[in-house]
């Protein structure tokens, strides 16, 4: 008696796989991938597929997303591709080359729907989640002024850490364009009461704000030198 080969192909299911370490892919089928990237960052990752259970791949896959999820990368900057090893095995491409465009309000996911030209009729929807981060930033030690904002806290010993600042200073790792600036509390303090040069003060109360405050994450208090 025999048997139709396309029986061989309802059990096999698929699983994602990637060589990327910024994209982190589940362990069963169906389980989707997550990559984890920052505002501003720069990157290319591919994501293929193997079968479940005897861990092979196939010449015979596709990767496809809708145009819909297509326009929601390009927002971001980030661009889809196929991708081929060299051997015919075949993957997606996610490229971002001048940095993430934009910080979402809430994490994106897309879906990726693969078919295998060797099992006709198969189809497996994968999702894809993006999780896209704000910036960390710093404060500019060096720009860090006396309330009067004329020189770097100084003050006379008198026994104590407190020392009034001016509260606003200069922020590290603003990526050209963007409005954002910084304040905090005008009371501040040195890191001990001890006479000497050089020390470190305690800003807090810090707190971004500007058009795009939300693309940049700092926390609300700082040492700085």
């Known amino acids: ?5 396309n029986a061989l192909w309802a059990y096999k299911d ?34 293929g597929a193997k079968y479940k259970l ?33 051997t015919g095995n075949q993957g997606i491409r996610f490229l971002c080359v001048d940095g993430i465009k934009e910080v979402p309000t809430s994490t994106l996911q897309i879906t990726v729907t693969i078919t295998d030209s060797n099992n006709p009729g198969f189809s497996q929807v994968c999702p894809i989640t993006l999780n896209i981060l704000p910036k960390e930033i710093e404060l500019d030690g060096s720009t860090i002024k006396t309330s009067d904002g004329q020189k770097t806290p100084t003050k006379e010993y008198d026994g104590n850490t407190h020392i009034d600042v001016k509260s606003t200073a200069d922020l590290i790792g603003i990526i050209n364009g963007d409005d954002v600036s910084v304040a905090f509390d005008q009371s501040a303090n040195f890191d001990s009461a001890v006479v000497g040069t050089g020390k470190d003060v305690t800003l807090t109360g810090v707190i971004l704000s500007g058009a795009q405050k939300h693309r940049y994450t700092i926390p609300d208090t700082v040492t700085v030198s």
């Open 54 to 86: 005897d861990n092979m791949d196939s010449t015979g896959f596709s990767y496809a997303i809708s145009e819909a999820d297509n326009t929601i990368l390009n927002q971001y900057g980030i661009l889809q591709s196929g991708l081929s090893d060299g």
């Open 14 to 47: 698929i699983i994602l796989t990637s060589n990327n370490a910024g994209l982190t892919v589940g362990t069963g089928a169906g389980e989707g991938a997550t990559l984890t990237a920052t505002y501003g960052d720069t990157f290319d990752v591919a994501l």
């Open 1 to 5: 008696q025999q048997y139709p080969i």
